[in-house]
């Protein structure tokens, strides 16, 4: 089966095992991405499991035919690592739990706006 078709039983029919099979086709290069920009194996694991909640609670997102699905997924495993990283360095204690809360804010307010 097709990754978007994945996404659509994601979005449609709230499909368990249709995420299952992304993750398995897609989890192990995500977490390598993940890793290559935070290079804490815990973070790059929260990076990888953040995105696959992003993907399983708004695969709305995903909505183009011009883009596969594994771009979608690895923009979004960027975006989070990059996330972890700066916040990794800016509080040099390794507190990554604020920017996960801000991430997790910014996704509702969007799914609430028109």
């Known amino acids: 089966m097709p990754d978007a078709s994945l996404v659509a039983r994601i979005a449609t029919k709230r499909d368990r095992q249709a995420l299952d099979l992304l993750y398995r086709r897609h989890g192990g290069a995500l977490y390598d991405v993940a890793l290559g920009i935070v290079p804490d194996p815990v973070e790059a694991r ?11 609670r708004t695969p709305a997102l995903f909505g183009s035919t011009l883009v596969p699905v594994s771009a979608w ?3 979004l495993t960027r975006t989070d690592a990059c996330a972890r990283a700066r916040n990794h360095r800016s509080n040099g204690n390794g507190q990554i739990r604020q920017a996960e809360t ?3 804010g910014v996704a509702q ?3 609430a706006e028109p």
């Open 73 to 75: 997924l690895v923009e």
């Open 102 to 104: 801000s991430r997790d």
């Open 46 to 56: 929260r990076s990888v499991a953040w995105v696959f909640r992003q993907a399983w």
């Open 109 to 111: 307010r969007r799914r």
